[in-house]
């Protein structure tokens, strides 16, 4: 598949009433992290140019049962990743101790019974750890347990990842989020019943880019949620000459988020010392003929 080489073993049996009985097991054979990458859609196919790729990687499962109109086989696939490294070609610096161990279960024709477990995702860019940890079951009507923990240094991340001519990207993100819930619970509209939590931390954020008429930068940001609202503590920046310190609430934000028809509402205070709207004008774009 693609350049994941895969193997199976077992046996597929058509039935006189058309049942189909299956009973086979497969696994990856002499896998890396770049093969599981080939898996990824066109679109990003340039990322795999000049990269290389180390760890040790397994993909392993079973498909027993029967296949009608009323069943399905059951499905158990697992995969794992130890101590893996990516460096891409123009980027020297490497992502690195990869740790990433999952598994996909449908043992049954009804999608209630499908569950994804990540039990560790892990890496660590120029010492700067990410993990996350993922349980999402019952795919009718969803239910997760998440968490996610991120140090991140953006211009580190610039190292690996090829920006736009004349784009600037610096700043520090330190963030932990828990989340817990189901689709039902949101439908409902029951808060209670979606226990989240988690702080972002933005320290040194700087962006500049052809894109935007004058350089933004965040001196200090730190903002708290809760399943009912986001805090924003304080956020004080500039735009240009301009400066401004803004905080204040928003709510329904998980409603918002997971309902097509979701609103989210606010409630900010904004002060600035000063404005330079010069700075903020852009001249009008000729009419093209």
């Given at each position: 598949v693609k350049a994941l080489p895969i193997s199976a073993e077992g046996f597929l049996t058509l039935k006189e009433n058309q049942d189909i009985d299956m009973d086979f097991s497969f696994a990856g054979q002499d896998m890396s992290i770049k093969s599981i990458l080939s898996l990824v859609p066109g679109v990003y196919n340039d990322y795999l140019y000049g990269l290389k790729a180390s760890g040790e990687v397994d993909l392993s499962g079973t498909v027993r049962g029967t296949f009608n109109e009323n069943s399905l086989p059951k499905i158990h696939a697992e995969t794992h990743v130890k101590d893996g490294q990516l460096i891409y070609g123009d980027f020297p610096t490497p992502i690195e101790n990869i740790q990433v161990s999952s598994a996909f279960d449908y043992p049954s024709a009804d999608l209630k019974d499908a569950s994804l477990e990540i039990d560790q995702f892990s890496l660590m860019l120029e010492g700067e750890k990410t993990e996350a940890k993922l349980k999402l079951y019952d795919f009718e009507n969803y239910h997760w347990d998440a968490f996610l923990e991120s140090h991140l240094d953006l211009e580190k991340l610039t190292k690996i990842i090829h920006l736009e001519d004349g784009m600037i990207l610096k700043g520090r993100i330190n963030g932990t989020v828990n989340s817990k819930g189901s689709l039902a619970a949101i439908e409902a509209e029951k808060i209670d019943q979606l226990p989240t939590s988690g702080q972002l931390n933005m320290s040194g954020f700087y962006f500049e880019s052809n894109a935007v008429t004058e350089p933004i930068s965040i001196s200090e940001a730190v903002a708290n949620f809760n399943?009912?609202?986001?805090?924003?503590?304080?956020?004080?920046?500039?735009?240009?000459?301009?400066?401004?310190?803004?905080?204040?609430?928003?709510?329904?934000?998980?409603?918002?988020?997971?309902?097509?028809?979701?609103?989210?509402?606010?409630?900010?205070?904004?002060?600035?010392?000063?404005?330079?709207?010069?700075?903020?004008?852009?001249?009008?774009?000729?009419?093209?003929?």
């Amino acid at each position: 598949v693609k350049a994941l080489p895969i193997s199976a073993e077992g046996f597929l049996t058509l039935k006189e009433n058309q049942d189909i009985d299956m009973d086979f097991s497969f696994a990856g054979q002499d896998m890396s992290i770049k093969s599981i990458l080939s898996l990824v859609p066109g679109v990003y196919n340039d990322y795999l140019y000049g990269l290389k790729a180390s760890g040790e990687v397994d993909l392993s499962g079973t498909v027993r049962g029967t296949f009608n109109e009323n069943s399905l086989p059951k499905i158990h696939a697992e995969t794992h990743v130890k101590d893996g490294q990516l460096i891409y070609g123009d980027f020297p610096t490497p992502i690195e101790n990869i740790q990433v161990s999952s598994a996909f279960d449908y043992p049954s024709a009804d999608l209630k019974d499908a569950s994804l477990e990540i039990d560790q995702f892990s890496l660590m860019l120029e010492g700067e750890k990410t993990e996350a940890k993922l349980k999402l079951y019952d795919f009718e009507n969803y239910h997760w347990d998440a968490f996610l923990e991120s140090h991140l240094d953006l211009e580190k991340l610039t190292k690996i990842i090829h920006l736009e001519d004349g784009m600037i990207l610096k700043g520090r993100i330190n963030g932990t989020v828990n989340s817990k819930g189901s689709l039902a619970a949101i439908e409902a509209e029951k808060i209670d019943q979606l226990p989240t939590s988690g702080q972002l931390n933005m320290s040194g954020f700087y962006f500049e880019s052809n894109a935007v008429t004058e350089p933004i930068s965040i001196s200090e940001a730190v903002a708290n949620f809760n399943p009912q609202v986001v805090t924003l503590e304080k956020m004080k920046g500039k735009l240009g000459e301009s400066d401004f310190d803004a905080k204040g609430t928003i709510s329904d934000h998980l409603t918002y988020i997971f309902k097509p028809d979701g609103v989210l509402k606010g409630k900010l205070s904004f002060n600035a010392g000063s404005i330079n709207l010069d700075e903020l004008m852009t001249s009008s774009a000729e009419e093209a003929t």
